[in-house]
């Protein structure tokens, strides 16, 4: 976003604070809960979400750019740059950047999606001014030094490899491909060896000053911090990197993707010497907007969402097929996807994907039982609260839901959505997505007769 070359765009403060526009999003009660929301001048937003009964706080900045924004020769480039910016600032080396907050005992780290990328710090809360300097530092003043780049490249090469030693992991990259092809949504977010070689210093400086802009961020806090303070440690960070930008930018819209190629019935096999096939079975899904995703949920979790489920009972209780055995769903700006794994012995994927498909198939046309429907509601429901305990959960709520969705969402109104949710609904969503003629993704040492099986689950 910012470096020593591209400072010039930098304001007084006095035309900051002339502009900062603050708004409560979510009033709690007793102000246990309230969510704030400050639009800087420049585009940048600052979100928080109060929790006065707890001694910790979590930092992070969330930026708008993910895997899907790159193209074909840049693939891995938002992973790699979220490794550089942990690597030295003009004010702080690598040591000196992890060695701030783990002194205090605290933790920080950072991950990159299909759509979006975080970096984040959890501290005490008296920490949080520490965690604030050193983040924003971070995103805004990163050197990418050559010798960083060069150095790191090879970090991320063993992270490739690791992923593909894993095929348990590696089956899901090999599924979005399979389902979106080669398109942004296809490709892995590590890149590939080779696209990873081909990343240059240049390419990479380029790829950060374009998304980094601070109309594409959003920094969120959470637990025992006080907006306003929060808000003036922000901008004076920003202010200090001379990285708020112009006074009269406007934060991004929310993405709304573009067409995403998505395929039917087709099967992707990657031979490899494991003692277990890797297999996910799967279709389209939905975008993370559409307001079918509550039935989809519901639906999603009836299914393979735990040890009650259709799937894990007649797959792994009744016939003992397989140790795991799940389903899972992906929600994107314009598109998403449905998926169900299994880890099984090579000579059993047949019988496993015929019952998988059989189950999909049932509820396609006949949905869930009532009894069905009511457990899984409540496991949803109950889920999502406890997944909701802790600060660093908070912080992903508010972060994600300012980033990608433009609103805040309270935990009563999501459990209301949840409770709504009905069995024609869930009927409804299940014919339409499960409806879809499944691609299927292998990983494992099948024969070519086993292998000849294969078109049968997609047929």
Known sequence: MTSRTHRATARTSSEVRAVARTKTLLKGENGIGTVRRTVLPGGLRVVTETLPTVRSATFGIWARVGSRDETPTLNGATHYLEHLLFKGTERRSALDISAAIEAVGGEMNAFTAKEYTCYYARVLDTDLPLAIDVVCDMLTGSLIDEEDVDAERGVILEEIAMTEDDPGDCVHDLFAHTLYGDSPLGR????????????????????????????????????????????????????????????????????????????????????????????????????????????????????????????????????????????????????????????????????????CRDELDHVAAHG????????????????????????????????????????????????????????????????????????????????????????????
């Open 368 to 459: 869930l039982d009532d009894e069905e429907l009511r457990r899984a509601i409540g496991q949803v429901a109950g889920s999502t609260v406890l997944g909701l305990e802790d600060t660093g959960a908070l912080m992903n709520r508010i972060g994600k839901g300012e980033l990608v969705w433009g609103e805040q969402m309270s935990v009563d109104e999501m459990l209301a959505r949840i409770s709504a949710v009905t069995a024609d609904e869930v009927r409804e969503v299940a014919r339409d997505v499960l409806g879809h003629r499944p691609s299927l993704a292998v990983i494992g040492p099948l024969t070519d007769r086993q292998a000849g099986h294969l078109d049968e689950a997609v047929s």
């Open 188 to 355: 892995p977010v590590l890149g590939t060896v080779e696209t990873v070689n081909g990343l240059t210093r240049d390419r990479i400086a380029r790829f950060y000053r374009k998304h980094y802009d601070p109309t594409h961020l959003v920094v969120a806090a959470a637990g025992n911090v006080d907006h306003a303070r929060v808000v003036r440690q922000v901008r004076a960070a920003f202010e200090r990197a001379g990285a708020l930008g112009r006074t009269d930018a406007e934060p991004v819209a929310p993405r709304s993707g573009s067409r995403t190629i998505r395929t039917a019935g087709r099967v992707e096999l990657l031979g490899r010497k494991t003692e277990q096939a890797h297999v996910v079975l799967g279709m389209p899904g939905l975008p993370r907007t559409d307001e079918r995703r509550w039935a989809l949920s519901v639906l999603n979790t009836a299914l393979g969402g735990g040890m009650s489920s259709r799937l894990f009972q007649e797959v792994r209780e009744k016939r003992g097929l397989a140790y795991s055995v799940y389903s899972y769903t992906s929600g994107f700006a314009d598109s998403g996807l449905f998926g169900v794994y299994a880890g099984c012995r090579p000579g059993q994927v047949r019988d496993v994907l015929k019952i």
